[in-house]
C-alpha cells in the first residue's frame, strides 16, 4: 500500500512568505538584514533552529530570555498575518490533488515543522482530509532529519519507501530522501535538485504522474 505525506507551509497554503516576513522583521529589529536565499535554509527548518541560524547571520547572541521573548514575538507577528486564512488560501492544484487522493482511498498524512499546523488546517478547513498529522509539537529533530516523515508514515501504516512526501524546502526534500521515501518538490528546480521529481507548483502535476506512482 502506498501513502502520501504533505508538507505544510509553502506546500499547502502559502504561508512560508509570511515567516519570511515575520523572520525579516526581527533580524531588521536587531539591526540586520538577510537575503532570500538565504531564507531558502530557514524553509521547513524549526522554529528554535531558524532563529538559531539567524542570529548567528546577525553575528548575534541573545541570552536564553532574549531568545524566548523574540521567539514569542516571531510568532505572534506571524499569527496576525494567518488570522484570516480560508479555504480560498489553499495553493492552486492541491485540492485536485487531495481529492483524487481520498477518491482512491490513498492514506494522507501531514508531516510538517510548524507548531501552528492544526489551527491552519482548520481555518482552511483541510483537517479532515488527514489521516494522520505529525507537526513541530511531536517531534524533536528537525528536518533534514527524517524523524517527521517517518513517524507520519507509521500513523498511516505506510512502509517508508512506499510513501510519497511533497515539499517546498530542501532541508525537506533531504529529510524524504534520508527516510528513502521518494521526494516531490515543489518550487524552483534551481533550489530543489536533489528531489526525485521537481513541478513549480501542484498545477502542473498531472494525474496520471500521481496515479503511476502509486501503482509502481
Ligand atoms: C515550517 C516552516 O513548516 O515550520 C518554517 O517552513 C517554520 O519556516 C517552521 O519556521 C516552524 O513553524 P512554527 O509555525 O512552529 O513557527
Ligand atoms: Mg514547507
Redesign the pocket.
Known amino acids: 500500500m502506498k501513502g502520501v505525506i504533505f508538507?505544510?507551509?509553502?506546500v499547502i497554503v502559502d504561508t512560508?512568505k509570511f515567516?519570511f516576513l515575520a523572520w525579516k522583521k526581527l533580524a531588521n529589529d536587531l539591526g540586520f538584514d538577510f537575503t532570500e536565499l538565504q531564507n531558502e535554509e530557514?524553509?521547513?527548518?524549526?522554529?528554535v533552529r531558524?532563529l538559531e541560524k539567524i542570529l548567528k547571520w546577525g553575528n548575534t547572541s541573545l541570552s536564553e530570555d532574549e531568545f524566548k521573548e523574540k521567539m514569542a514575538a516571531?510568532?505572534d507577528h506571524?499569527l496576525s498575518y494567518i488570522t484570516n486564512l480560508t479555504s480560498k488560501d489553499i495553493l492552486p492544484g492541491v485540492s485536485r490533488i487531495i481529492d483524487f487522493l481520498t477518491e482512491q482511498n490513498i492514506p494522507i498524512s501531514l508531516g510538517?515543522?510548524?507548531?501552528?499546523?492544526r489551527p491552519i488546517l482548520k481555518k482552511t478547513g483541510l483537517m479532515d482530509k488527514f489521516h494522520a498529522i505529525v507537526d513541530?509539537n511531536d517531534v524533536s529533530k528537525a528536518k533534514p532529519d527524517p524523524e517527521v516523515f517517518i513517524i507520519a508514515a507509521e500513523k498511516i501504516g505506510v512502509a517508508k519507501e512506499n510513501c510519497l512526501v511533497f515539499e517546498d524546502?530542501v532541508a525537506g526534500v533531504q529529510a524524504a530522501n534520508i527516510a528513502g521515501m521518494t521526494s516531490i518538490g515543489i518550487g524552483e528546480k534551481d533550489v530543489l535538485h536533489e528531489a526525485d521529481h521537481i513541478f513549480n507548483s501542484f498545477e502542473e502535476i498531472e494525474i496520471d504522474f500521481i496515479k503511476n506512482l502509486l501503482t509502481t
Do not use: C, P, T
Request: charged share 25%; glycine share 12%.
Open positions: 508538507d505544510l507551509d509553502g512560508a515567516h530557514l524553509k521547513g527548518v524549526s522554529r531558524s516571531k510568532n506571524y510538517s515543522a510548524s507548531k501552528n499546523a513541530g524546502s
